[in-house]
């Protein structure tokens, strides 16, 4: 008999709220939803111009989104797939990053744009405080606590502590040259900085005003992250395809996985013990197994993937 195929599209289903990571497209301007075990894609919600920076509340199975090209933060309804809500912040502040305190009480935004932090009330979605910080605020980091906000500012070399409770800066700590983003260790003791015009990885004791430590990583810094469990450090470099593992306490490199492509972020699923990786120039996202980095799934997500993260990751 002659062939004749049988084809069948089928649309996967949907994950169970707590199996989700949400990934920014700045380059489609959407935000995917993938499966975080297999990579499958669920679905994507359209945003506004440029989003970048995310936080989930996952009590409330909500994203906030930093809309950069748009000076706006949106909230994304993950169970029904829609944008529910926007705020816009003031023209020229182009929010990079956006972070949620452990109490979802409180969004912190860095704006690079204006050399700001907006302290923005999430319930009702509007700027509570505005403070002025170094320029080109990067990324913006919480302690454990929640209780201290740290703004890296890549164009002036400094880390802004901010108060969030008060609302205040209380520090500026001078840095490396152009300081990319910070991760804390489980007990917010040490705070690892990466620089972009600097081969080192920086050490800082919070509370103090100079470096524990400095640990030569290479240049081209692009993505860093710290297993909670662990306290293991990832760092990731342009022109290197892969990630490199160092030790908390000796701050050696131990392993470095192959990661298919340039990093442009990373994060850690705490449940499944996993790594999630950008590949920006790819428009992928991959996962990555925390022993030993076998891959377990690669995602087309888009066009220009910013930042991803995951219910339960960290």
């Not at 169970?16 to 939803?33: E, Y």
């Amino acid at each position: 008999g002659r062939f004749a195929p049988r084809l069948r599209a089928l649309v996967p289903p949907s994950p169970a709220s707590g199996l989700l990571a949400v990934v920014t497209d700045r380059g489609s301007d959407v935000v995917a939803l993938l499966d975080k075990r297999t990579g499958a894609v669920h679905g994507v919600i359209p945003t506004g111009r440029g989003p970048c920076g995310v936080a989930l509340d996952e009590a409330r199975t909500l994203a906030y989104v930093a809309a950069t090209d748009d000076d706006a933060v949106e909230v994304l309804d993950l169970l029904s797939g829609t944008r529910t809500e926007e705020m816009r912040l003031a023209g020229g502040d182009r929010p990079r990053e956006i972070v949620l305190t452990p109490d979802g009480g409180v969004l912190l935004t860095a704006n690079s744009g204006s050399n700001s932090v907006s302290v923005i009330d999430p319930s009702g979605l509007f700027e509570i405080a505005r403070i002025t910080v170094g320029e080109g605020p990067w990324s913006i980091a919480l302690d454990p606590t929640g209780r201290r906000a740290y703004a890296f500012n890549r164009y002036s070399d400094s880390i802004s502590v901010i108060d969030v409770a008060s609302r205040t800066l209380v520090r500026t700590l001078a840095t490396d040259s152009a300081p990319l983003r910070g991760e804390f260790d489980r007990t917010g003791d040490r705070l690892f900085v990466l620089h972009a015009n600097s081969p080192y990885l920086t050490v800082l004791d919070p509370t103090g005003t100079t470096p524990a430590a400095r640990v030569y990583v290479g240049t081209g810094a692009e993505a860093l992250e710290v297993d909670p469990a662990t306290d293991r450090i990832f760092v990731a470099r342009r022109g290197t395809r892969a990630i490199e593992v160092y030790e908390p306490m000796t701050l050696l490199p131990v392993d470095t996985f192959a990661a298919g492509g340039d990093v442009g972020y990373l994060a850690i699923d705490a449940e499944g013990d996993t790594l999630l990786a950008t590949l920006p120039a790819l428009g992928q996202v991959r996962v990555l197994r925390l022993a030993g980095g076998s891959a377990v799934a690669a995602s087309e997500v888009g066009d220009e993937p910013c930042r991803v993260v995951a219910m339960g990751g960290r």
